[in-house]
């Protein structure tokens, strides 16, 4: 069975950093594209970068540089790094596969 | 950048009944079309992929049809459970994947 599990959330004021992840269980990482999708409270759904299995990343033309995405094939696990947040970053963040595999989602609150 | 355009935005049915959701794209995007249902608190689920293909386990009474820049979700008969937010998406030209703004699909 295909798990993906996020972390990393919470409450963060606004200019910090954070570092979201997405620990895979049933499916390699390295193996798949991997997505993130993020939905602010009570909108609809953004996708904001991927990563495939050759490494090349793509990203929302929106984010004008400021979130990362990155792998780690050892642990199985797919990060986003976000820089610089403002209110607008606050949502719950999904991590994505093929798809049809969604994580439960890590909300993200920007605020001081 | 390839626009979707769901419509309406909210659709009051009753239980029972036949739903019919709508979904635009700006520009051709053939068969690349996907159907998402979301619950308060909960992840998308993928129900409809190629425009028309279920996924594995979803009931026979969802049914996707369309092609090119017009694409139909058609809900035959409203259960209790299918009273959700639904999503088209386009991943014909990605990155990046673009949503529609989404159909709340309410009790009448």
Redesign the interface.
């Known amino acids: 069975e295909v798990q993906l599990v996020e972390s990393g959330g919470g409450l963060i004021q606004p200019g910090g950093s954070l570092r979201l992840s997405c620990a895979a269980s049933g499916l390699t990482v390295g193996s798949n594209y991997m997505?993130w999708?993020r939905q602010a409270p009570g909108k609809?759904?953004?996708?904001l970068s991927?990563i495939y299995s050759d490494g090349r990343t793509?990203?929302?033309?929106s984010l004008r540089g400021r979130f990362t995405i990155s792998r780690d094939d050892l642990k199985n696990t797919v990060s986003l790094q976000v820089n610089t947040v403002r209110a607008e970053d606050t949502a719950v963040y999904?991590c994505v596969t093929q798809?049809?595999y969604?994580?439960?989602?890590t909300l993200v609150t920007v605020s001081s | 950048?390839i626009v979707m355009t769901q419509s309406p935005a909210i659709l009051s049915v009753s239980p029972g009944e036949r739903a019919t959701l709508s979904c635009r794209a700006s520009q051709n995007i053939h068969s690349n079309l996907?159907w998402?249902q979301q619950k308060p608190g909960?992840?998308?689920?993928?129900l409809i992929?190629g425009a028309s293909t279920r996924?594995t386990g979803i009931p026979a009474r969802f049914s996707g049809s369309g092609s090119g820049t017009e694409f139909t979700l058609t809900i035959s008969r409203l259960e209790p459970e299918d009273f959700a937010v639904y999503?088209c998406?386009q991943?014909y030209n990605?990155?990046?994947?673009?949503?529609?703004?989404?159909t709340k699909v309410e009790i009448k």
């Open positions: 997505s999708v609809g759904l953004q996708w991927v793509y990203y929302a033309d999904y798809s049809l969604w994580g439960q989602g | 950048e996907a998402y909960q992840p998308p689920r993928l992929f996924a999503y998406q991943y990605w990155p990046p994947w673009t949503f529609g703004q989404g």
